[in-house]
T-cell receptor
Framework: AQKVTQAQTEISVVEKEDVTLDCVYE???????LFWYKQPPSGELVFLIR??????QNEISGRYSWNFQKSTSSFNFTITASQVVDSAVYFC?????????????FGRGTSLIVHP | NAGVTQTPKFRILKIGQSMTLQCAQD?????MYWYRQDPGMGLKLIYY???????DKGEVPNGYNVSRSTTEDFPLRLELAAPSQTSVYFC??????????FGAGSRLTVL
């Protein structure tokens, strides 16, 4: 079973639309970390946000916002007023303890295409 | 600029050849990781290291080996390359907040 599920393989929107990328995770740990990374067409992986399991406060950074809900094991990412530059593959990741070390596990990614 | 440096960026191998992907970081991070990325499959962990001299297997270690003789370097060796190892390989190091910094990636094709 996947520890991190990103059910949306690809999302296509028109510029200025709002879009939400879903992420559902599975863990038995009480202490864990959740992340979102962005991979633009150039191929590099860029860190966007980190959340620890004890901090359920939602976060907003410009047009980006994140909704963390432990009750549903979800960590969703919303882009408001999307722009063409937001086109990328977005990965959700879970870091939980395994054998004394925190091991990051990634979802399969959601490809976001923003059309002008 | 501080970060993770991977070489080479591209490589074509013939079946059965061997090669080493180099990875170096200058952030003094203890934790380092090797992932492979296949289309639609996300990133899968090959090997990781918690410090110099200590390495451990990830989800897909078969066909690969690693070593960690220094904090800075974490090379990934492919022995007897197979077409199934055609992929994009990413090296990463982790800071104290569990955030990964990735290298630019190495695209490997095995023919």
């Amino acid at each position: 079973a996947q520890k991190v599920t990103q059910a949306q393989t690809e999302i296509s929107v028109v510029e200025k639309e709002d879009v939400t990328l879903d992420c559902v995770y599975e863990t038995r740990d009480t202490t864990y970390y959740l992340f979102w990374y962005k991979q633009p067409p150039s191929g590099e992986l860029v860190f966007l946000i980190r959340r620890n399991s004890f901090d359920e406060q939602n976060e907003i950074s410009g047009r980006y916002s994140w909704n963390f809900q432990k009750s549903t094991s979800s960590f969703n990412f919303t882009i408001t007023a999307s722009q063409v530059v937001d086109s990328a593959v977005y990965f959700c990741a879970l870091s939980e303890r395994s054998g004394g070390s925190y091991i990051p596990t990634f979802g399969r990614g959601t490809s976001l295409i923003v059309h002008p | 600029n501080a970060g993770v440096t991977q070489t080479p960026k591209f490589r074509i191998l013939k079946i059965g050849q061997s090669m080493t992907l180099q990875c170096a970081q200058d952030m003094n991070h203890n934790y380092m990781y090797w992932y492979r990325q296949d289309p639609g499959m996300g990133l899968k962990l090959i090997y990781y290291s918690v410090g110099a001299g200590i390495t451990d297997k990830g989800e897909v270690p078969n066909g690969y080996n690693v070593s960690r003789s220094t904090t800075e370097d974490f090379p990934l060796r492919l022995e007897l390359a197979a077409p199934s190892q055609t992929s994009v390989y990413f090296c990463a190091s982790r800071n104290g907040a569990n955030v990964l910094t990735f290298g630019a990636g190495s695209r490997l094709t095995v023919l």
